[in-house]
């Protein structure tokens, strides 16, 4: 029988403590640059819409940071080993929102070798989601060595995918891949250069696939389409939101902020 003193009391902690932060991994079935192209863009899209966001970048060969061209002088990896403290780590953007690396070089893999420091860049990440609304991860997937922090496994993964035959097959290999990691739970699907039917086609098979071959849930995130307002802003330097806010990719961004501006629940071991 469940305790219930003990559940009116973590009910009030989880009160005191206020909302949970939203943490989304993201991962892609793309080329890299497109994957960046639509963290920024959604970034400043949530900025625009009030929500304060921080892109972490956590790719081992440069991601979003590369590209945005920030380089924050610190890393988590630093934070966790108390050479800094965060506010060196997180270097804000024009747009308004900030960005984060992880780690740098070798970094990371010279975390992974020790508990206590996997487990202390692990509180340095949680830190830095408690000071930020949204935290969205520019991540990768290597089943051999999982989530660098147990916080990227249990919240919310989007996998961004094509309507490219190629994509399609690549993006079912990853939540193949992630299912048979983190177990039965749901995972989001971003579809972007698409047109909103072709989007629908694309999530349609790829749930119905899920669900029949992995017994997995999977969330329809939105779409974005292929717009020439995205290449235009890009070479401005630019949000597209920005500096084309008529645009139907401007449109796609400001409903795809206001979809992950929604109260957080966790989504490990929950449907869409």
Do not use: H
Request: net charge neutral; aromatic share 6%; charged share 20%.
């Amino acid at each position: 029988m469940a305790n219930f003193d003990f559940d009116q009391a973590e009910g009030l902690r989880r009160m005191l403590a206020g909302p949970r932060p939203r943490i989304v991994t993201f991962l892609s079935a793309m080329i890299s640059d497109d994957k960046e192209a639509m963290l920024v863009n959604l970034g400043a899209s949530l900025v625009q819409a009030g929500s304060d966001a921080v892109l972490l970048d956590v790719c081992a060969g440069g991601g979003v940071s590369s590209r945005l061209g920030v380089a924050p002088p610190a890393t988590l990896v630093d934070v966790a080993r108390q050479e800094c403290g965060m506010e060196q780590a997180v270097q804000t953007t024009p747009q308004g929102f900030g960005v984060a690396r992880m780690a740098r070089g070798t970094q990371l893999s010279e975390t992974r070798k020790a508990a206590d420091d996997v487990r202390r860049l692990g509180n340095a990440f949680d830190e830095l989601a408690k000071q930020s609304g949204i935290v969205l991860i520019d991540g990768e997937f290597d089943p051999a060595i999982g989530f660098p922090v147990p916080a990227m496994a249990s919240g919310e993964i989007v996998v961004q995918v094509s309507g490219s035959a190629a994509s399609i097959k690549a993006a079912y290999c990853l939540v193949k891949a992630l299912n048979r990691e983190l177990g039965k739970r749901s995972f989001g699907i971003l579809v972007t250069g698409s047109s909103e039917n072709e989007a629908k086609v694309v999530y349609d098979n790829m749930a119905l696939a899920a669900s029949r071959y992995l017994a997995v849930q999977l969330t329809s995130m939105g779409s974005v389409p292929s717009d020439e307002y995205l290449t235009k802003a890009a070479r401005l330097g630019r949000a597209v939101v920005d500096a084309f806010p008529m645009a139907g990719a401007s449109v796609a961004f400001r409903r795809l902020a206001e979809r992950f501006a929604l109260p957080y629940a966790p989504a490990a071991g929950l449907g869409g």
